[in-house]
Protein backbone atom coordinates (compact mmCIF):
# COMPACT_ATOMS: atom_id res chain seq x y z
CA UNK A 1 0.00 0.00 0.00
CA UNK A 2 1.64 3.16 -1.22
CA UNK A 3 -0.14 6.24 1.13
CA UNK A 4 0.51 9.92 -1.02
CA UNK A 5 -2.07 12.16 0.96
CA UNK A 6 -1.55 12.13 4.83
CA UNK A 7 -3.56 14.39 7.58
CA UNK A 8 -2.01 17.19 8.15
CA UNK A 9 0.66 17.90 11.05
CA UNK A 10 -1.79 19.92 13.30
CA UNK A 11 -3.98 16.91 13.64
CA UNK A 12 -1.85 14.83 14.28
CA UNK A 13 -0.43 16.70 16.86
CA UNK A 14 -3.71 17.79 18.40
CA UNK A 15 -4.34 13.33 18.52
CA UNK A 16 -1.25 13.25 19.93
CA UNK A 17 -1.86 15.60 22.68
CA UNK A 18 -5.43 14.05 23.20
CA UNK A 19 -6.58 17.10 22.72
CA UNK A 20 -8.91 16.07 19.34
CA UNK A 21 -12.48 15.00 19.31
CA UNK A 22 -13.72 11.66 19.11
CA UNK A 23 -14.59 11.87 15.82
CA UNK A 24 -11.36 13.31 14.96
CA UNK A 25 -9.37 10.88 16.80
CA UNK A 26 -10.69 7.97 15.26
CA UNK A 27 -10.50 8.77 11.88
CA UNK A 28 -6.48 9.92 12.79
CA UNK A 29 -5.81 6.69 14.95
CA UNK A 30 -7.50 4.43 12.28
CA UNK A 31 -5.16 6.10 9.18
CA UNK A 32 -2.45 5.71 11.86
CA UNK A 33 -3.46 1.88 11.93
CA UNK A 34 -2.33 2.01 8.08
CA UNK A 35 0.30 4.05 7.99
CA UNK A 36 3.68 4.03 9.37
CA UNK A 37 5.11 7.17 8.53
CA UNK A 38 2.86 8.89 10.47
CA UNK A 39 3.08 6.43 13.65
CA UNK A 40 6.75 7.53 13.34
CA UNK A 41 5.17 10.85 13.20
CA UNK A 42 2.95 10.77 16.42
CA UNK A 43 4.95 8.58 18.43
CA UNK A 44 8.02 11.65 18.49
CA UNK A 45 5.47 14.03 19.23
CA UNK A 46 4.14 12.13 22.32
CA UNK A 47 7.67 11.51 23.30
CA UNK A 48 8.22 15.22 23.66
CA UNK A 49 5.68 15.67 24.93
CA UNK A 50 6.22 13.62 28.03
CA UNK A 51 9.41 14.67 28.11
CA UNK A 52 8.07 18.03 28.89
CA UNK A 53 5.53 16.73 31.46
CA UNK A 54 8.55 15.39 33.52
CA UNK A 55 10.00 18.49 33.96
CA UNK A 56 7.24 20.08 34.96
CA UNK A 57 6.79 20.63 38.88
CA UNK A 58 4.00 18.73 40.49
CA UNK A 59 1.11 21.09 42.11
CA UNK A 60 -1.43 20.13 44.48
CA UNK A 61 -4.92 19.19 43.16
CA UNK A 62 -7.88 19.49 44.94
CA UNK A 63 -10.10 16.95 45.81
CA UNK A 64 -13.12 18.22 43.80
CA UNK A 65 -10.99 17.95 40.58
CA UNK A 66 -9.92 14.53 41.57
CA UNK A 67 -12.66 13.16 42.15
CA UNK A 68 -14.01 14.37 38.71
CA UNK A 69 -10.90 12.61 37.52
CA UNK A 70 -11.68 9.99 39.01
CA UNK A 71 -15.77 9.80 37.76
CA UNK A 72 -14.65 10.84 34.31
CA UNK A 73 -12.64 7.56 33.77
CA UNK A 74 -15.10 5.24 35.03
CA UNK A 75 -17.69 6.18 32.33
CA UNK A 76 -18.31 4.04 29.84
CA UNK A 77 -17.33 4.42 26.59
CA UNK A 78 -19.47 5.59 23.99
CA UNK A 79 -18.76 2.47 21.28
CA UNK A 80 -18.97 -1.00 22.04
CA UNK A 81 -15.49 -2.54 22.69
CA UNK A 82 -14.93 -5.58 20.23
CA UNK A 83 -11.51 -8.01 19.89
CA UNK A 84 -9.41 -6.59 17.03
CA UNK A 85 -9.81 -9.22 13.82
CA UNK A 86 -6.31 -9.15 12.68
CA UNK A 87 -7.81 -10.79 9.72
CA UNK A 88 -10.07 -7.89 8.82
CA UNK A 89 -9.31 -5.16 6.48
CA UNK A 90 -11.13 -2.61 8.96
CA UNK A 91 -8.77 -0.95 10.99
CA UNK A 92 -8.38 -2.14 14.71
CA UNK A 93 -9.66 1.20 16.01
CA UNK A 94 -12.77 1.48 13.86
CA UNK A 95 -13.20 -1.92 14.89
CA UNK A 96 -14.02 -0.63 18.08
CA UNK A 97 -16.99 1.15 16.63
CA UNK A 98 -18.35 -0.90 13.55
CA UNK A 99 -17.09 -4.65 14.39
CA UNK A 100 -14.75 -6.23 11.69
CA UNK A 101 -17.36 -6.49 8.88
CA UNK A 102 -18.56 -3.77 6.73
CA UNK A 103 -21.00 -5.92 4.44
CA UNK A 104 -22.52 -6.85 8.10
CA UNK A 105 -23.38 -3.00 8.72
CA UNK A 106 -27.24 -1.55 8.35
CA UNK A 107 -26.47 0.52 5.43
CA UNK A 108 -28.84 3.36 4.80
CA UNK A 109 -29.23 3.86 1.18
CA UNK A 110 -28.57 7.72 -0.35
CA UNK A 111 -29.46 7.28 -3.90
CA UNK A 112 -28.57 4.52 -6.17
CA UNK A 113 -24.93 3.31 -5.69
CA UNK A 114 -24.69 5.42 -2.22
CA UNK A 115 -25.30 4.47 1.05
CA UNK A 116 -23.51 5.55 4.41
CA UNK A 117 -23.93 4.37 8.17
CA UNK A 118 -23.58 7.05 10.81
CA UNK A 119 -21.04 6.19 13.97
CA UNK A 120 -21.99 8.22 17.26
CA UNK A 121 -19.52 9.89 18.74
CA UNK A 122 -19.03 12.47 21.65
CA UNK A 123 -18.18 16.49 20.64
CA UNK A 124 -19.31 18.75 17.92
CA UNK A 125 -17.54 16.76 14.53
CA UNK A 126 -19.39 14.03 13.37
CA UNK A 127 -18.41 10.60 11.95
CA UNK A 128 -19.95 8.37 9.36
CA UNK A 129 -19.11 5.61 6.54
CA UNK A 130 -19.59 6.25 3.00
CA UNK A 131 -19.89 3.62 0.56
CA UNK A 132 -20.22 4.26 -3.39
CA UNK A 133 -20.60 1.64 -5.95
CA UNK A 134 -18.01 2.31 -8.83
CA UNK A 135 -19.16 5.68 -10.98
CA UNK A 136 -21.05 6.60 -7.74
CA UNK A 137 -20.59 10.33 -6.99
CA UNK A 138 -21.07 12.60 -4.14
CA UNK A 139 -23.65 15.55 -5.35
CA UNK A 140 -21.44 18.49 -5.94
CA UNK A 141 -20.88 19.97 -2.63
CA UNK A 142 -18.52 22.34 -0.83
CA UNK A 143 -17.85 23.14 3.26
CA UNK A 144 -19.08 24.93 5.62
CA UNK A 145 -15.97 23.67 7.93
CA UNK A 146 -13.25 21.51 7.90
CA UNK A 147 -13.87 17.76 6.23
CA UNK A 148 -11.57 14.92 6.55
CA UNK A 149 -12.07 11.49 4.47
CA UNK A 150 -10.06 8.22 4.91
CA UNK A 151 -10.12 5.64 2.09
CA UNK A 152 -10.82 2.82 3.48
CA UNK A 153 -11.30 0.36 0.36
CA UNK A 154 -11.23 1.28 -3.12
CA UNK A 155 -10.64 4.78 -4.56
CA UNK A 156 -12.10 7.80 -5.63
CA UNK A 157 -11.06 11.37 -7.64
CA UNK A 158 -12.19 14.70 -7.52
CA UNK A 159 -11.28 18.13 -8.71
CA UNK A 160 -8.00 18.19 -6.37
CA UNK A 161 -6.46 14.03 -7.46
CA UNK A 162 -6.77 10.78 -6.77
CA UNK A 163 -7.52 8.77 -3.18
CA UNK A 164 -6.55 5.38 -2.56
CA UNK A 165 -6.74 3.09 0.34
CA UNK A 166 -4.96 4.82 3.60
CA UNK A 167 -4.95 8.30 2.00
CA UNK A 168 -6.68 11.23 3.95
CA UNK A 169 -7.99 13.94 2.14
CA UNK A 170 -8.62 17.44 4.00
CA UNK A 171 -11.37 20.00 2.88
CA UNK A 172 -12.09 23.58 3.97
CA UNK A 173 -14.96 25.82 2.80
CA UNK A 174 -12.43 27.18 -0.41
CA UNK A 175 -13.37 23.47 -1.92
CA UNK A 176 -16.16 22.76 -4.34
CA UNK A 177 -16.36 19.20 -5.38
CA UNK A 178 -17.63 16.16 -6.55
CA UNK A 179 -15.85 12.80 -5.39
CA UNK A 180 -16.77 9.78 -7.40
CA UNK A 181 -15.89 6.49 -7.06
CA UNK A 182 -13.31 4.80 -9.06
CA UNK A 183 -13.95 1.79 -11.99
CA UNK A 184 -13.06 -1.57 -9.41
CA UNK A 185 -13.52 -2.47 -5.90
CA UNK A 186 -16.26 -0.61 -3.89
CA UNK A 187 -15.34 2.13 -2.34
CA UNK A 188 -15.75 2.78 1.67
CA UNK A 189 -14.59 6.00 3.02
CA UNK A 190 -14.89 7.56 6.47
CA UNK A 191 -15.95 11.02 6.62
CA UNK A 192 -15.27 13.19 9.83
CA UNK A 193 -17.04 16.90 9.79
CA UNK A 194 -17.16 19.85 11.82
CA UNK A 195 -19.98 21.51 10.11
CA UNK A 196 -22.89 20.45 7.37
CA UNK A 197 -22.10 20.25 3.68
CA UNK A 198 -23.64 22.64 1.41
CA UNK A 199 -24.91 20.66 -1.62
CA UNK A 200 -25.78 22.11 -5.06
CA UNK A 201 -29.25 21.82 -6.42
CA UNK A 202 -32.87 21.84 -4.75
CA UNK A 203 -32.92 17.72 -4.92
CA UNK A 204 -29.25 17.42 -3.41
CA UNK A 205 -30.03 19.35 -0.99
CA UNK A 206 -33.37 17.64 0.03
CA UNK A 207 -31.87 14.60 0.17
CA UNK A 208 -28.54 15.77 1.93
CA UNK A 209 -30.75 17.51 5.09
CA UNK A 210 -32.74 13.97 4.87
CA UNK A 211 -29.53 11.86 5.86
CA UNK A 212 -27.92 14.42 8.38
CA UNK A 213 -25.36 15.80 5.96
Given at each position: M ?9 L??S?A ?5 E????IVA????L???CR????A???VG ?9 V ?7 D?L???L ?10 A??T ?6 L ?8 D?L?W ?5 G???Y ?5 G ?10 P??A ?12 L?L ?12 C ?6 T ?14 CI ?8 L ?5 L ?10
Amino acid sequence: MTITHHPGEELLLSYASGAADEAVALIVASHLALCAECRATVSASEAVGGSLIANIAPVPVNQSAYDSLLARLDEPENAVVRGANITSNVPSPLQQYIGADYDALPWRQIVDGLAHYPIPTKGKTRARLIRAEPGAAVSTHTHRGEEWTLVLTGSYTDATGHYACGDVQSTTPALTHEPAADPGPVCINLAVTDAPLIFKGLLPKLVGKLHGF
